[in-house]
């Protein structure tokens, strides 16, 4: 069983840069890819980057794309987005992901984090 927890969700305003992290630990954690996915109220959780286990090839969706930055770091235990110039329409909770390969769809992913928050203000 892989646990994933994130953090470095908070409140930014618009034009703004957060980074968040996603420590995973348990069995084979360096062996999985890993995602980031978001949730704002109302909507379906939707894609939002992935890389896989090598840390060697990266996936966005075109809403963040040239915004925000997957990358993955120690031993591939963790893995970062980084976020930049930040809108409201990024609102939502952030929610880290492992599974076997990389995927834009959030059925295919086999573990969850908890989530975290992230606001931005106008």
């Known amino acids: 069983q892989v646990q994933l927890v994130e953090s470095g969700g908070r409140t930014e305003q618009a034009g703004g840069s957060l980074r968040l992290a996603c420590a995973a630990s348990?069995?084979?954690?360096?062996?999985?890819?890993m995602g980031w996915f978001r949730q704002a109220p109302g909507k379906d959780r939707e894609f939002v980057a992935a890389?896989?286990?090598?840390?060697?090839?990266?996936y966005y969706a075109n809403s963040v794309k040239g915004r925000f930055t997957i990358s993955r770091a120690g031993a591939a235990n963790t893995v970062y987005l980084q976020m930049n110039s930040l809108t409201p329409e990024d609102t939502a909770v952030y929610y880290c992901?492992?599974?076997?390969?990389?995927?834009?769809?959030?059925?295919?992913?086999?573990?969850w984090g908890q989530g975290t928050q992230v606001t931005v203000s106008s």
């Open positions: 992901a492992a599974g076997p390969l990389p995927n834009r769809a959030p059925e295919r992913w086999r573990y």
């Open positions: 348990g069995p084979t954690g360096g062996n999985y890819a």
């Open positions: 890389v896989n286990w090598s840390g060697t090839s990266s």
